[in-house]
């Protein structure tokens, strides 16, 4: 059907540009692609999401009801063959990934090119661009096929990806034996000091030798980088990534903004088991003066160490602040540490509040209560901290996270660090890195009651959360890099085909 027509779905046959987001499978890349995507067609663009079963569970709802106001939005749900890379069934949940078959998961998620390029080719209009998550290089393949161009997309900061980049152009681990031996990232005006352990490279890990080559490949090779970020931010790093790269940055964030009223805030990245009602969180935060609550979450990956939620539980305890922690998969602590946190309950009823499960994270945080964040972080909530104008208690546990904590630490300044220097593996044996509540305590304390110093995080943190906001409002970076990212890739109706 040449131009589209004929398709029964008229979503989207107005649009002129169709984008296509290819997101790995973990809730830290799936959300800001979804994101992203309803920014893009806000904008008039057609944008189609890819999403293997139980991911698209969980996004169905947030992208039926844009369906339902009118954005031209999809939905491509295809199925993941777990058996034939030698997986369980259920391994489509990335938290039911055997410990050591990770490689196998990334397997079958290249099993998706065929598929993805067949219903591509059946359901025009044909894509205009494909926006690829940096971690599948089977989309360059189906790029290529269907004859348009391929983005990066990272939710990761553009300081974050240059001094990687640079450790690596420039070889500047090579003949240093230990892995926690500090070295100065080369080629970089600032001095920033890092360990192998903490930034060895994406997928540099056993196993993922041969992805990890290939991962450089494709994004050396893409057309283009899409960036959950924004400019202002930490300008030098996105021209300096850029011109690494010999490649356009659209800086587009913080994509979280996208979000403006509590229901779809409460719907995001949401799954059927989301254990806490908005509306409670909103009541309960309701009651507590304004900058007040500390809230606690590591993220969608991280499982703590059960010695680790007892120290962090009594720290949090002991700072005296209110807070919300959120836990995931509490339900799989043995006896003792369940008790320990019916008990903590108890002693803290009205101060404290325990999310054993999925939280609404940004509705939580951009709360007037809120006035802390302890994060691990994660890109996502890192830049949902910042765009909540939040002070950050930092705690990396692995992957992009020790430099996004450097970022908020050392180049911001709004961050207080426990003092974590190696990651804890989550994939392979696990390192007992426990701190102590004590040092929970100091952290809490200094950014929420921290004297002239703590005024001043807090201070540059607002400033940063205005910066933020201004770039995806009307004149600001992101929303011109937005609409110039559109226009890049629009076609005239008349010139698109579908082969
Ligand atoms: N998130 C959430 N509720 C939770 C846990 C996580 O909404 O209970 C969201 C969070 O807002 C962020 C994403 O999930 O957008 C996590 O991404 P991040 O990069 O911070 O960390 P990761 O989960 O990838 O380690």
Redesign the pocket.
């Known amino acids: 059907a040449p131009n589209g027509r004929g398709n029964k779905d008229d979503i989207g046959m107005g649009a002129r540009a169709h984008f296509v987001f290819v997101p790995l499978m973990?809730?830290?890349?799936v959300?800001?692609a979804v994101d992203t995507a309803l920014l893009l067609a806000t904008h008039g663009a057609l944008a189609s999401v890819v999403a293997t079963p139980y991911n698209a569970a969980r996004i169905r709802p947030t992208i039926d009801s844009a369906r339902r106001s009118g954005l031209p939005i999809r939905l491509v749900e295809l199925p993941l063959d777990c058996a034939g890379v030698g997986l369980p069934d259920d391994a489509d949940d990335v938290d039911r990934i055997p410990l050591g078959l990770e490689p196998n998961y990334f397997r079958a998620l290249a099993l998706l090119a065929g598929p993805l390029e067949r219903h591509l080719r059946a359901h025009p209009p044909h894509p205009t661009c494909i926006v690829s998550d940096f971690c599948h290089t089977w989309t360059v393949g189906v790029a290529a096929s269907l004859g348009v161009p391929r983005l990066s997309f990272f939710?990761m900061c553009a300081f974050c990806l240059l001094c990687q980049h640079n450790v690596e152009r420039y070889n500047a681990y090579d003949g240093v034996a230990d892995d926690n031996e500090p070295v100065v990232v080369p080629g970089l005006e600032k001095r920033v000091v890092v360990t192998r352990a903490q930034a060895p490279g994406f997928f540099r890990a056993p196993g993922f030798e041969e992805l990890a080559d290939e991962i450089e490949r494709a994004r050396a090779d893409a057309d283009g980088v899409v960036m959950n970020s924004f400019l202002e931010m930490d300008p030098e790093y996105v021209a300096g990534y850029s011109e690494a790269r010999k490649m356009k940055v659209w800086t587009i964030g913080p994509v979280?903004l996208y979000h403006q009223h509590a229901a779809t805030l409460a719907a995001?990245?949401?799954t059927a088991a989301a254990t806490v009602d908005a509306d409670d969180c909103l009541r309960w935060l309701q009651g507590k003066e304004a900058n007040t609550v500390l809230y606690v979450?590591?993220?969608?990956?991280?499982h703590a160490d059960p010695k680790q939620v007892v120290e962090l539980g009594l720290g949090l305890e002991a700072s005296g602040h209110p807070f919300i922690w959120?836990l995931?998969k509490a339900d799989q602590y043995g006896e003792a540490v369940r008790e320990f946190l019916r008990d903590l309950e108890e002693r803290i009823a009205g101060r404290g509040m325990l999310?054993r499960?999925?939280?609404?994270?940004?509705l939580i945080?951009s709360h007037a209560a809120v006035g802390g964040f302890v994060?691990?972080?994660?890109?996502?909530?890192?830049l949902?901290g910042i765009t909540a104008g939040l002070p950050l208690v930092t705690w990396p546990?692995f992957?992009d996270?020790f430099l996004n904590e450097k970022l908020a630490v050392e180049v911001l300044g709004i961050g207080v660090s426990v003092g974590v220097k190696e990651p804890l593996v989550w994939q392979a044996e696990k390192k007992e890195i426990v701190v102590g509540r004590e040092v929970v305590e100091a952290a809490v304390r200094s950014i929420m009651d921290g004297g002239e110093e703590g005024e001043e995080r807090r201070r540059k943190a607002l400033a940063l959360s205005g910066k933020a906001r201004a770039a995806v409002q009307e004149g600001g970076s992101s929303l011109a890099n937005l609409l110039d990212l559109i226009k890049r890739f629009e076609v005239d109706a008349g010139d698109r085909t579908t082969e």
């Open positions: 973990y809730q830290g890349h959300i800001p939710s979280s995001r990245g949401n979450s590591f993220g969608s990956i991280v959120v995931k999310i499960g999925w939280a609404p994270q940004v945080l994060t691990h972080c994660g890109w996502n909530s890192t949902e546990h992957s996270q």
